[in-house]
């Protein structure tokens, strides 16, 4: 059953049109001008229950407004989103028992005081009786390795502790969609990986849903089987890594170590030449040719060694965001 | 009868973190003990020069004149306890973007930023204000009956809720400027008018205490009735605009909402 549905989900934005300056300001203070600034165009989509979805996009790209119109917080300025079958932006007492938002660089513990206090508010707000609310806190706080640090003013805490002691007091009721704005932020690598290992467990022992943006690619690959690519507003992918980058360069990376040196020239026929160093060389093949060429160059060539692999999906997804225009 | 219980026991959490956090500052009491006596200091003074001379404010005694004063003093008590720590705050949920976590929450979210923080510096405040209050109340003659507590207290009530509702509606104009909006101040210059009786102001700024900005229903109507003099109509009418200017705040709220919600990014 699809728990998050999303159908020609679109935002657009009311800008002011100002120029800079003294005389703009004037200008615009007398005559206003707006500009409309379309942040999500036509975006569809579903998520069944359970499943852990990744939200890549450039900056700017519409993810955090797409969390946000399914959360709830903005409304739509076209198409439809239903997320626990609800509408979200009617922000209903039932639908907002059953989710949560996470926005890595905003907090909603209190500065001043202990994690705990919060989460105690927050039983509250949930009414959840005291036993239940001892009992998850002990549960998430045993998952996210937080002991002491519970009783320690939020602003004594490092960056790490911090985000773990805000995911607690976001999962305190039990939520079951989750959306995970860059919930990694500014962690080093070690937090980042506990982070991650956390929001795998949770997704095991509660079935709950996950959407997850992140600029850090290592989340998705580890959490995400299925990513949904947003560039300049619109669905550009939606399904696994892999088809990803086969999608963005339908080639495989063959490296070889020959016993002897030889020209590029000599592999222009196989594909493009990357690299050709003497006996090190590297070539982009394409997926429906690659085992004739393998064949072929092992059957020519005296090959020390060879090694097919994807082209990193880091590069392949920068390359994407930085020509802009998508085929 | 569970919701209510809930929104009780979140109450209870909100308070009792706030007390938490508080007692971090201690010297904060000092601060505003210090603060509430100069400023009382200073209305006493000018009370003391002008009725000294024989002079009267708008034909109050100098006694009903102080229990003006002490309700006011009493205001700006709750003021410093409950309304500025709170609502002084939207701005910045509204700034920060933490507002979001709040609207995110199964709970009324004007209850959550009215009540979710508490300064119990303004304590002290709140006990003065009242008993000069009922001091000067008693000294100018008034007798306490059951209608007099009733009505004074039902006034006071009236005129908290007044003050709360028009502190909220300005507070929450910062939804749409978000930036340069010091609604705080502006609300404490037409708060301290009430220091005194409104008959005392000439008859433009009487109308416009009145009817623009209701100082006259924060001070001088409770005021009146403590001392027992006050008519069943400024009474109700009281507690009319106490309850229109709740209802009112309400549905600016909502109103605010929906731009916020459907404009921020």
């Given at each position: 059953?699809?728990?998050?549905?999303?159908?020609?989900?679109?935002?657009?934005?009311?800008?002011?049109?100002?120029?800079?300056?003294?005389?703009?300001?004037?200008?615009?203070?007398?005559?206003?001008?707006?500009?409309?600034?379309?942040?999500?165009?036509?975006?569809?989509?579903?998520?069944?229950?359970?499943?852990?979805?990744?939200?890549?996009?450039?900056?700017?790209?519409?993810?955090?407004?797409?969390?946000?119109?399914?959360?709830?917080?903005?409304?739509?300025?076209?198409?439809?989103?239903?997320?626990?079958?609800?509408?979200?932006?009617?922000?209903?007492?039932?639908?907002?028992?059953?989710?949560?938002?996470?926005?890595?660089?905003?907090?909603?513990?209190?500065?001043?005081?202990?994690?705990?206090?919060?989460?105690?508010?927050?039983?509250?707000?949930?009414?959840?009786?005291?036993?239940?609310?001892?009992?998850?806190?002990?549960?998430?706080?045993?998952?996210?390795?937080?002991?002491?640090?519970?009783?320690?003013?939020?602003?004594?805490?490092?960056?790490?502790?911090?985000?773990?002691?805000?995911?607690?007091?976001?999962?305190?009721?039990?939520?079951?969609?989750?959306?995970?704005?860059?919930?990694?932020?500014?962690?080093?690598?070690?937090?980042?990986?506990?982070?991650?290992?956390?929001?795998?467990?949770?997704?095991?022992?509660?079935?709950?849903?996950?959407?997850?943006?992140?600029?850090?690619?290592?989340?998705?690959?580890?959490?995400?089987?299925?990513?949904?690519?947003?560039?300049?507003?619109?669905?550009?992918?939606?399904?696994?890594?892999?088809?990803?980058?086969?999608?963005?360069?339908?080639?495989?990376?063959?490296?070889?170590?020959?016993?002897?040196?030889?020209?590029?020239?000599?592999?222009?026929?196989?594909?493009?030449?990357?690299?050709?160093?003497?006996?090190?060389?590297?070539?982009?093949?394409?997926?429906?040719?690659?085992?004739?060429?393998?064949?072929?160059?092992?059957?020519?060539?005296?090959?020390?060694?060879?090694?097919?692999?994807?082209?990193?999906?880091?590069?392949?997804?920068?390359?994407?965001?930085?020509?802009?225009?998508?085929? | 009868?569970?919701?209510?219980?809930?929104?009780?026991?979140?109450?209870?959490?909100?308070?009792?973190?706030?007390?938490?956090?508080?007692?971090?500052?201690?010297?904060?009491?000092?601060?505003?003990?210090?603060?509430?006596?100069?400023?009382?200091?200073?209305?006493?003074?000018?009370?003391?020069?002008?009725?000294?001379?024989?002079?009267?404010?708008?034909?109050?005694?100098?006694?009903?004149?102080?229990?003006?004063?002490?309700?006011?003093?009493?205001?700006?008590?709750?003021?410093?306890?409950?309304?500025?720590?709170?609502?002084?705050?939207?701005?910045?949920?509204?700034?920060?973007?933490?507002?979001?976590?709040?609207?995110?929450?199964?709970?009324?979210?004007?209850?959550?930023?009215?009540?979710?923080?508490?300064?119990?510096?303004?304590?002290?405040?709140?006990?003065?204000?009242?008993?000069?209050?009922?001091?000067?109340?008693?000294?100018?003659?008034?007798?306490?009956?059951?209608?007099?507590?009733?009505?004074?207290?039902?006034?006071?009530?009236?005129?908290?809720?007044?003050?709360?509702?028009?502190?909220?509606?300005?507070?929450?104009?910062?939804?749409?400027?978000?930036?340069?909006?010091n609604v705080t101040e502006v609300l404490r210059a037409a708060l301290s008018a009430g220091r005194y009786p409104i008959s005392a102001y000439p008859a433009g700024l009487r109308t416009l205490f009145t009817v623009v900005l209701p100082v006259a229903f924060l001070t001088t109507v409770p005021a009146e009735a403590i001392l027992g003099r006050a008519s069943g109509m400024w009474l109700l009418l009281s507690v009319a605009v106490a309850t229109a200017?709740?209802?009112?705040?309400?549905?600016?709220?909502?109103?605010?909402?929906?731009?916020?919600?459907?404009?921020?990014?």
């Amino acid at each position: 059953m699809a728990i998050i549905r999303a159908e020609a989900l679109s935002k657009t934005y009311r800008v002011a049109d100002k120029q800079p300056g003294l005389a703009g300001t004037l200008r615009h203070f007398v005559q206003r001008r707006h500009r409309d600034v379309a942040a999500v165009k036509g975006v569809s989509f579903t998520i069944e229950a359970g499943e852990m979805v990744g939200f890549l996009g450039p900056n700017g790209a519409g993810k955090t407004t797409t969390l946000k119109m399914l959360s709830g917080l903005i409304h739509p300025s076209g198409g439809m989103a239903e997320v626990a079958g609800h509408l979200p932006q009617r922000r209903q007492a039932d639908f907002l028992r059953q989710i949560t938002l996470v926005m890595g660089q905003k907090q909603q513990l209190i500065w001043d005081l202990p994690p705990l206090d919060s989460l105690r508010v927050n039983a509250a707000v949930y009414g959840l009786d005291d036993a239940t609310a001892r009992r998850r806190i002990a549960e998430l706080a045993d998952m996210l390795e937080l002991g002491e640090e519970l009783t320690r003013p939020v602003r004594k805490l490092s960056l790490g502790q911090r985000m773990k002691a805000e995911l607690l007091a976001a999962l305190l009721h039990q939520p079951a969609v989750l959306f995970l704005d860059e919930p990694t932020l500014g962690l080093d690598i070690n937090a980042q990986a506990r982070v991650r290992a956390f929001l795998a467990d949770y997704n095991r022992r509660h079935g709950a849903t996950v959407l997850l943006t992140s600029h850090y690619l290592a989340d998705i690959t580890a959490l995400c089987p299925r990513v949904l690519l947003i560039h300049e507003g619109g669905l550009f992918h939606d399904g696994s890594l892999r088809e990803l980058s086969s999608r963005l360069a339908p080639c495989r990376l063959v490296r070889l170590e020959l016993e002897e040196p030889r020209p590029a020239a000599d592999f222009v026929r196989y594909g493009e030449v990357e690299a050709c160093d003497g006996r090190d060389v590297r070539l982009l093949v394409e997926r429906e040719r690659l085992t004739e060429v393998v064949a072929r160059l092992l059957a020519t060539l005296e090959v020390r060694d060879l090694e097919v692999s994807d082209p990193p999906i880091e590069e392949l997804i920068g390359r994407l965001f930085r020509q802009g225009a998508v085929t | 009868m569970a919701g209510l219980l809930r929104y009780w026991r979140t109450l209870k959490r909100f308070w009792g973190s706030a007390l938490a956090s508080q007692m971090e500052y201690q010297l904060n009491l000092l601060i505003e003990v210090l603060a509430m006596a100069g400023n009382l200091a200073g209305s006493l003074l000018l009370l003391w020069l002008i009725y000294g001379r024989g002079q009267q404010l708008g034909g109050w005694s100098l006694d009903a004149a102080l229990v003006v004063l002490g309700i006011y003093t009493l205001l700006d008590g709750v003021s410093s306890t409950l309304l500025r720590p709170n609502l002084g705050a939207i701005v910045t949920q509204v700034q920060q973007g933490t507002l979001d976590f709040v609207l995110l929450k199964p709970i009324d979210s004007q209850f959550w930023l009215s009540t979710r923080t508490l300064s119990p510096w303004g304590l002290p405040e709140i006990v003065t204000g009242l008993a000069l209050a009922i001091w000067a109340a008693l000294r100018a003659g008034a007798r306490p009956g059951a209608a007099t507590i009733l009505g004074g207290a039902l006034m006071l009530l009236s005129s908290v809720v007044i003050l709360y509702s028009l502190w909220f509606v300005l507070a929450t104009t910062s939804i749409w400027f978000v930036k340069t909006w010091n609604v705080t101040e502006v609300l404490r210059a037409a708060l301290s008018a009430g220091r005194y009786p409104i008959s005392a102001y000439p008859a433009g700024l009487r109308t416009l205490f009145t009817v623009v900005l209701p100082v006259a229903f924060l001070t001088t109507v409770p005021a009146e009735a403590i001392l027992g003099r006050a008519s069943g109509m400024w009474l109700l009418l009281s507690v009319a605009v106490a309850t229109a200017s709740l209802l009112f705040s309400r549905w600016f709220w909502r109103l605010a909402l929906r731009d916020y919600t459907s404009a921020s990014s």
